[in-house]
């Protein structure tokens, strides 16, 4: 046995990944998603697939709506698409220090015609936590829903509008 050839791929290195970017090279489930993927591949016509597999799945299912944070001169927003949900179905809090957003969706349908029957069931639950930084008021905070988007506004405080100074930068 000790003359036989090893097909066992060996990455050379450090061990541990160098950058964010290789880290499903040496993640055991990413090298686990790539063989996967590639099988996915070998079966499948050329130019028939518009996703790899997991990510199909994942566009389909994820239940983690797209949230932007940005920080403006008076205060920071939060926007949060959750498509579907309602503000019945979203909640908005404030604890130990973070914004809290979590909400859940339920999607059932069902179809009867003749000859055939069509049942549906999904759902899904989220929940984002955001570390309030210094300088908001807290009291102030406010929430908004329209049209499946959520926006919360977190004021600055004065003393934290004004903490912000210029720096000039000087050439040589």
Same mark, same amino acid.
């Given at each position: 046995?000790?003359? @036989? *050839?090893?097909?066992?791929?060996? /990455?050379?290195?450090?061990?541990?990944?160098? $950058?964010?970017?290789?880290?499903?090279?040496?993640?055991?489930?990413?090298? $686990? %998603? %790539?063989?996967?993927?590639?099988?996915?591949?070998?079966?499948?016509?050329?130019?028939?697939?518009?996703?790899?597999?997991?990510?199909?799945?994942?566009?389909?299912?994820?239940?983690?709506? &797209?949230? !932007?944070?940005?920080? #403006?001169? /008076? *205060?920071?927003?939060?926007?949060? +698409?959750?498509?579907?949900?309602? +503000?019945?179905?979203? *909640?908005? @809090?404030?604890?130990?220090?973070?914004?809290? =957003?979590?909400?859940?969706?339920?999607?059932? %349908? *069902?179809? /009867?015609?003749?000859?055939?029957?069509?049942?549906?069931?999904?759902?899904?639950?989220? %929940?984002?936590?955001?570390? =309030?930084?210094?300088?908001?008021?807290?009291?102030? =905070? +406010? &929430?908004?829903?329209?049209?499946?988007? $959520?926006?919360? /506004?977190?004021?600055?405080?004065?003393?934290?509008?004004?903490?912000?100074? #210029?720096? !000039? =930068?000087?050439?040589?």
């Amino acid at each position: 046995m000790a003359d @036989k *050839e090893s097909n066992v791929p060996v /990455k050379s290195g450090s061990g541990a990944p160098s $950058l964010y970017s290789d880290f499903f090279d040496w993640h055991p489930f990413g090298s $686990l %998603r %790539r063989q996967i993927n590639n099988l996915f591949n070998e079966f499948t016509p050329a130019g028939k697939t518009e996703l790899e597999p997991f990510e199909r799945f994942f566009a389909q299912g994820s239940t983690m709506p &797209a949230v !932007d944070v940005v920080e #403006k001169d /008076k *205060e920071f927003a939060i926007t949060a +698409e959750l498509p579907g949900l309602d +503000e019945k179905n979203v *909640e908005v @809090k404030l604890a130990n220090g973070c914004l809290v =957003i979590s909400g859940e969706k339920k999607d059932e %349908r *069902e179809e /009867k015609e003749k000859g055939y029957y069509f049942s549906e069931r999904r759902y899904g639950s989220f %929940r984002r936590a955001f570390r =309030i930084p210094e300088g908001v008021d807290a009291d102030k =905070i +406010e &929430a908004a829903f329209d049209k499946g988007v $959520l926006t919360v /506004k977190l004021p600055k405080t004065d003393e934290a509008q004004k903490a912000e100074k #210029k720096i !000039d =930068i000087k050439a040589k």
